[in-house]
């Protein structure tokens, strides 16, 4: 069992981890659809859009494209979405709106208290693909408590780029062992863990979904293993 | 009078403006004196350490140095003075530790009423040239509830370089007009102004004690004048 008292910061990855964006999006996509009168799932549309970040992500982490942020390439999805389901007349300020949806996800219904409780004990601070007014919007709106907002934006690299871990460790300050990475994805933690950050996995079994196949159990011996995030400040020592 | 629901962030700056740095740097240099016998004045030390922050801001702003981040310009700056004052064989850690009096200051009695109730209606968030680790403990341990902390670190600039404000704007993705510079120094909010953001004075009289003779009046028409943030809350339209 690693020390809990030597970690001093815990970085969270936010889309699945501390926000159902499956739910919150699919709730968007659906009244957009339906006041097109387009007879398409929504849920669908949803796993369709998160199925285009790895990719454009990859342009950037690759070196092939220069570092733009998040809202730019969900934007660029999107567009490629609906142009895939034959819906290409949507005004750019329609389309602009509907992708401000990641902006407006809500939390896992334990987020916000294990997170309060969490904030007590140590730094607390995204470290999410999603760039900064993304995830200052989703943190104003659904009242998560961040200490700071780092992440992709910050340190212009995207998980899982050992720099994006790295420098974020390097502007807080500590030693890499002295951070912890929180997140239910298992690819997540081990670029955390190559960096020589703790690592936290949260089972997340509906992320995409009732059928979900993937990350459904830890596939390394991770430092600490939670079923939520509440789960998690009990384990790090928190008071209720 | 400017139209303040066009304003949607609110960037302050928080050396003198949110936080009284003269007397927190005091208190914590008068107890370092103390345990060494050394019978030196803490706030003429405190004024000393203060008087090279510019010069050495200005070896970056001038390109002549790549960006460092002020916890470093601050810990060469103290080496400097504590030189100056004939006391070098300071062991390194305790150097380190005097160090981090800038991230223990305490905010002026209005800050955290003002800054909690101005949330409620707009981002807000530093635009210091403080580092982002010293801004997340001063918050911390004072109750500073930002929305995100913005500033030199994060734009690698230093104010008034123009980027630092431009590129912070970016950030946000809003328009320059729609964002307000907070700050209780003249030169902040005419850089800021040059850039076309939204700019508010505080009068923050004894920032550099009770002989001060700057910045004790507005030197161009803001668009707000402020007694403290409390007021700058009402004239926003700010709920009690």
């Known amino acids: 069992m690693t020390d809990a008292p030597k970690i001093k910061a815990l970085l969270f990855d ?52 220069p570092f733009v942020r998040l809202d730019v390439l969900h934007r660029e999805n999107l567009v490629k979405v609906l142009s895939s389901h034959g819906i290409t007349s949507v005004p750019p300020e329609e389309v602009d709106e509907l992708n401000l949806t990641w902006h407006q996800l809500d939390p896992w219904p334990d987020s916000v208290e294990g997170l309060a409780r969490l904030k007590r004990r140590f730094m607390i601070a995204p470290l999410s693909n999603g760039n900064i007014r993304l995830m200052l919007d989703m943190a104003k709106r659904a009242g998560l408590p961040w200490d700071a907002i780092l992440g992709a934006e910050v340190v212009r690299a ?23 990475m929180v997140a239910a994805h298992n690819g997540d933690l081990a670029a955390a863990r190559g960096c020589g950050l703790k690592t936290a996995f949260i089972v997340r079994p509906t992320e995409h979904g009732p059928a979900q196949t993937s990350d459904l159990r830890a596939e390394q011996a991770w430092d600490f293993l939670a079923t939520d995030l509440n789960d998690l400040a009990t384990q790090l020592g928190c008071a209720n």
Chains 1, 2 share one sequence.
């Open 158 to 180: 995207y998980k899982p780029s050992p720099s994006a871990y790295t420098d974020t460790v390097d502007i807080l300050g500590l030693d890499r062992a002295e951070v912890c």
């Open 14 to 65: 936010v889309f699945g981890t501390v926000v159902d964006w499956r739910s919150g999006v699919a709730r968007d996509v659906k009244a957009f659809l339906s006041r097109h009168a387009l007879s398409i799932d929504a849920l669908e549309f949803a796993d369709a859009w998160r199925r285009e970040y790895v990719p454009a992500m990859e342009e950037i982490r690759s070196g092939r494209r």
